[in-house]
T-cell receptor, first 115, second 111 residues
Framework: EAGVTQFPSHSVIEKGQTVTLRCDPISGHDNLYWYRRVMGKEIKFLLHFVKESKQDESGMPNNRFLAERTGGTYSTLKVQPAELEDSGVYFC?????????????FGQGTRLTVV | LAKTTQPISMDSYEGQEVNITCSHNNIATNDYITWYQQFPSQGPRFIIQGYKTKVTNEVASLFIPADRKSSTLSLPRVSLSDTAVYYCLAVFSGGYNKLIFGAGTRLAVHP
């Protein structure tokens, strides 16, 4: 069974450009999460989808970040316009439906570098 | 959400047992202790989870005393491939996996 996949694995863009990250969760997982780690800091929660609905977006840094999950399958995270401080590794994770202590499965991450 | 505290780094040699202790003095009744492992250039990977006493799986054991203010992840007979960052988290059982990561413990296994 395929795990959580993220695309691209690396992206280098100039300040002011737009970048879209994609995450394909494990099939059947209703919960989808975005996290990121900026250089030298801890992994931080960004937002959480339950199917296509945003359950919690309290971690989104500002309105330059837009996450979508149309149809409740894959998700995209768009950064527009990108700033230098957006550089970091963006992780996506998914888990089964419902609440509780269910295991979260992470993708390998997208390394974003803004120059 | 309960804050967890764990060593910044540890060193070990192949074949040894490694114990990583995590403090969570303010853990809530509905929180589970969960450990994740992260290799370089990969996302975190779930290792083990427990509420109280001892839990064992094919990868590790987790010891949680009765007061639940701390827990110990035990890795038996580590190998070089166990070199990774290990995160201890308190996960609310009544919510979703909004995981709060700390700095983790960087384990280095030497030959």
């Amino acid at each position: 069974e395929a795990g959580v996949t993220q695309f691209p694995s690396h992206s280098v863009i100039e300040k002011g450009q737009t970048v879209t990250l994609r995450c394909d969760p494990i099939s059947g997982h209703d919960n989808l999460y975005w996290y990121r780690r900026v250089m030298g800091k801890e992994i931080k929660f960004l937002l959480h989808f339950v199917k296509e609905s945003k359950q919690d977006e309290s971690g989104m840094p500002n309105n330059r970040f837009l996450a979508e999950r149309t149809g409740g399958t894959y998700s995209t995270l768009k950064v527009q316009p990108a700033e230098l401080e957006d550089s970091g590794v963006y992780f996506c994770a998914s888990s089964l439906a419902g609440t509780g202590n269910t295991e979260a499965f992470f993708g390998q991450g997208t390394r974003l570098t803004v120059v | 959400l309960a804050k967890t505290t764990q060593p910044i780094s540890m060193d070990s040699y192949e074949g040894q047992e490694v114990n990583i202790t995590c403090s969570h003095n303010n853990i809530a009744t509905n929180d589970y202790i969960t450990w994740y492992q992260q290799f370089p250039s990969q996302g975190p990977r779930f290792i083990i989870q427990g509420y109280k006493t001892k839990v064992t799986n094919e990868v590790a054991s987790l010891f949680i005393p009765a007061d639940r203010k701390s827990s110990t992840l035990s890795l038996p007979r580590v190998s070089l491939s166990d070199t990774a960052v290990y995160y201890c988290l308190a996960v609310f059982s009544g919510g979703y996996n909004k995981l709060i990561f700390g700095a983790g413990t960087r384990l280095a296994v030497h030959p």
